[in-house]
């Protein structure tokens, strides 16, 4: 079956991230198709590669990288959810003067578009939040 | 057809779960996850509750989210499936539609 992930809430916050990366690799694990992840609201958090947890500590935003590549899921997160938390690529950076870009690999900006298209293209669209 | 409700919060921190329980339709599937398993315990003040939309809902809780905080199945009340982050999935995919609420 092809799902779709939405995430609300940032990292190492409450829960939200966890369980959403939990319940992805457990679809993923059982041959579903996980279509793409909508970061939103804090969510787009979970996209900044400058995020340094402990060593014994899990690594949210590498998880969710490794899981993109291997799986070739397509993480996007909201562009207005994201310029107001200072998360930016390339473009952004370069389109609002900043001085460099902090999403992490397998991460792409873009808009509400992708959330509406993910939930017409998938048959199931997951929520996580605070 | 039925839909599968997932709640995430404690009872005792908002009224989603009491929200939630209020207004599914019969037949419809609860999955209570993070902080929600706090509800699926036995002799709690929901437990009534719970107890009386399960006569017309099945309720789930997720086992890690449980044991994430001491607690065990045994403590669970009765009539209450315990599924592990692949339930969860199984949930997802045999119910037509997921609502959260957040």
Request: a negative charge.
């Amino acid at each position: 079956m092809k799902l779709a992930v939405m995430v609300n809430e940032g990292p190492y916050q409450h829960q939200s991230a966890d369980s959403a990366l939990q319940f992805t690799k457990a679809a993923l694990e059982k041959g579903h198709e996980v279509f793409r992840v909508f970061f939103y609201h804090d969510g787009v958090n979970n996209g900044t590669r400058f995020g340094v947890p402990p060593q014994d500590d899990r690594n949210i935003t590498v998880q969710w990288s490794e899981l993109a590549e291997q799986h070739n899921i397509d993480l996007v997160v909201c562009v207005a959810a994201a310029q107001r938390r200072g998360l930016l690529d390339e473009n952004e950076a370069k389109r609002h003067g900043k001085d460099g870009n902090n999403i992490a690999n397998g991460f792409r900006i873009s808009g509400l578009g992708q959330l509406i298209e993910a939930g017409i293209q998938s048959d199931r669209l997951v929520v996580f939040g605070d | 057809m039925a839909m599968l409700h997932t709640v995430n919060k404690s009872p005792f921190e908002n009224r989603s779960l009491d929200s939630c329980l209020g207004r599914i339709k019969d037949g419809a599937a609860v999955l209570l996850f993070e902080d929600a398993v706090y509800g699926a315990m036995k002799g709690t003040a929901v437990a009534g509750k719970v107890q009386s939309a399960m006569e017309k809902s099945k309720v789930y809780v997720l086992g890690p989210d449980l044991r994430a905080r001491g607690m065990s199945e045994d403590q669970v009340l009765d009539g209450i499936n315990v599924v592990d982050y692949g339930g969860f999935v199984d949930l997802v995919t045999e119910h037509d539609s997921v609502q959260a609420w957040l």
